[in-house]
């Protein structure tokens, strides 16, 4: 949820032909419709996602989760955090868009499954599959 309940945000995966992977969507509580999509790659999946206490900031972790091959390990390289800041304040329905990627971090060694902000908004955690829980200031 948006810290302030309005919106929820979710990651899904689509297997049609013609909107094939991954996408973000932020649907507003009063009318239940999809505001302000947010798109990563076909191939990849999202594993989790997390809003800054402000609003102003939004984790999304993601990898190939789509790999049918059994080469786990070309699977495992590829997980990363994106970090999106708010672009500019937009009117309602879509304030909590438009969003421009700020960074993409590769640091690490596998998969990303979780991520959470602390309270003060900048320091936020992730946790892989590699087994490491990552502080990021």
């Known amino acids: 949820f948006t810290p302030d309940g309005r919106h929820l945000i979710a990651g899904f995966t689509r297997h049609t032909d013609d909107k094939p992977g991954c996408r973000v969507a932020y649907f507003s509580l009063d009318s239940a419709e999809a505001v302000e999509p947010l798109d990563a790659n076909p191939t990849e999946g999202v594993s989790d996602l997390a809003f800054s206490p402000d609003g102003q900031t939004l984790i999304a972790t993601v990898g190939d989760h ?56 900048r320091t936020f955690s992730t946790i892989g599959a590699d087994s490491t829980l990552i502080v990021w200031d």
């Open 66 to 121: 789509t790999r049918s091959d059994g080469d786990l390990a070309a699977r495992a390289k590829n997980g990363e955090v994106r970090v999106y800041v708010k672009d500019k304040p937009a009117p309602p329905p879509a304030e909590y868009g438009p969003w421009e990627l700020q960074a993409v971090l590769k640091d690490h060694g596998g998969l990303v499954y979780g991520a959470a902000f602390a309270p003060d908004g």
